[in-house]
């Protein structure tokens, strides 16, 4: 985590910001102009518009709000707010063109590393452990994960650098298929971490009734037979919201996949390729993990139940920050930080266990929940209400886990990600439950 001195904690925010603009520059650097003003997709902005918005971004919480500088260049605030141009729309606006969006990015940059030599980071409020400056971060590298999911909608031969994952040095099919976690409270949220942003907080205690999870995330070969059997043909396992959905936007399969005879192919990054049958499957809404759920006789985990599976230490009643313990996330813990560009067999990562040996929490996909995003009991919107607070509510649905597109800034265990369920351009997967116990008021199949 964050250091205790002064000067390790500027080193470490030095470290996350030149990290952050590293994954910038080589995401928005590997193709030309066209591509970059370009809309790929209307669920999407021009990558041009990312990159901007992370420099103005950076401008208005650390040069105007911490450093009391003047705007650099007023004008363009509104082009770069979220809330005042919705996606669609961002392509016709008058954008700055790439060298512009680059130089005022840079400048914005070099003036932030000027201001953290001169802050004081033992302060309170916006500066409290460093706190703005990890929050635009952290901002960079959300927007990092959202450009790369720009890259998988756009059409073209690959760009980007695509290493393969270390094959799985345990097999999914050796593994017990479910964990059990016992019946009992443990503490939720986020305690003492600095950078936690406000929806992780505050922590808090739940009980948790006993419930069975999936040690590893549900695989491509596992929700081929789902297809096989029908799953997308029989309402029997979409909820009535979930089955509109299926037959109006004419789902049969995850985005992506296509059908070459009796193979299914995907496309990933600009290569059409077999589907791995033991990687955790991926680009599927929230609509389809529940069907796909209720199909296997079961269902999705709730969000307390995935992060006590996660967190919670059974032998010291601790909550862990990692599922692994309490030391920061290594390549050997998890397929965290865009090392590869797709998850890692199921299977993969025991260093990354948890307590209760489920695998893979951390990295890889992340995972729907059935939860709704609601504010935990206490909570406060903190610096803006635009973060989190204006999202609360049942139009969406919790993921967690983070994917392989996360950097380690950001994949806390406690971070909550959060969606449309129709959603399945994000690199989403899902693992199921169960209930361990009859409980008065659920179904069998919970
Ligand atoms: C937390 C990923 C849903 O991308 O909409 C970026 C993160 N907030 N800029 C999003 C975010 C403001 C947010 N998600
Ligand atoms: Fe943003």
């Known amino acids: 985590g964050p250091g205790t001195s002064g000067d390790a904690l500027r080193e470490r925010i030095a470290a996350e910001l030149l990290a952050a603009r590293e994954r910038t520059a080589a995401l928005t650097g590997c193709v030309e102009e066209p591509d970059l003003v370009a809309q790929h997709s209307p669920l999407m902005s021009p990558l041009v518009w990312d990159l901007a918005h992370i420099g103005n971004q950076e401008e208005l919480w650390l040069l105007r709000n911490v450093g009391g500088r003047d705007p650099l260049h007023p004008e363009i605030d509104p082009l770069y707010d979220a809330f005042e141009h919705p996606r669609a729309e961002r392509p016709s606006l008058p954008l700055l063109p790439p060298a512009e969006a680059r130089a005022y990015t840079h400048e914005v940059r070099g003036r932030v590393l000027d201001l953290l030599e001169t802050t004081a980071l033992d302060g309170t409020g916006l500066l409290r452990g460093g706190f703005a400056f990890g929050m635009i971060a952290q901002h960079e590298q959300q927007h990092d994960e959202t450009m790369l999911i720009t890259h998988q909608l756009r059409h073209g031969p690959p760009v980007l650098a695509d290493p393969p994952p270390a094959p799985a040095p345990g097999d999914a099919a050796a593994l017990p298929a479910e964990v059990l976690i016992p019946a009992g ?49 029989d309402p029997r396992w979409w909820t009535a919201e979930g089955w509109q959905h299926r037959q109006r936007a ?10 070459d005879g009796a193979t299914w192919l995907r496309r990933r990054f600009g290569t059409t390729e077999p589907v791995p049958a033991d990687e955790p499957v991926v680009h ?27 967190r919670h230490d059974p032998a010291t009643g601790r909550t862990r920050r990692y599922p692994w313990g309490d030391a920061d996330p290594t390549p050997a813990h998890a397929n965290l930080g865009q090392r590869h560009l797709r998850p890692a067999p199921a299977g993969s990562y025991p260093a990354g266990a948890s307590a209760y040996g489920a695998r893979q929490l951390m990295g890889d996909v992340w995972e729907w929940t059935g939860s709704d995003f609601t504010p935990y009991p206490g909570f406060r919107a903190w610096p803006y209400r635009e973060y989190s607070e204006v999202f609360f509510g049942s139009d969406h649905k919790v993921l967690r886990g983070g994917s392989f597109a996360v950097a380690p800034v950001v994949g806390r265990a406690t971070f909550r990600n959060w969606d449309y369920p129709v959603r399945r351009q994000i690199f989403a997967g899902f693992r199921t439950a169960r ?12």
């Open 185 to 233: 409270d443990f503490t939720m949220g986020a305690a003492g971490e600095p950078w936690a942003l406000d929806n992780e907080r505050p922590a808090h205690l739940v009980h948790v009734p006993a419930f069975f999870l999936d040690t590893v995330p549900v695989t491509n070969g596992a929700y081929q037979r789902f297809i096989a059997d029908g799953g997308y043909d």
């Open 250 to 259: 004419g789902l049969t399969a995850p985005l992506f996949w296509s059908r």
């Open 284 to 310: 599927v809404s929230w609509y389809e993990a529940d069907a796909y759920a209720r199909w296997a006789g079961r269902r999705l985990p709730t969000e307390a139940e995935w992060e006590k599976a996660a």
């Open 435 to 446: 209930d361990a116990e009859p409980r008065p008021g659920r179904t069998a199949a919970g």
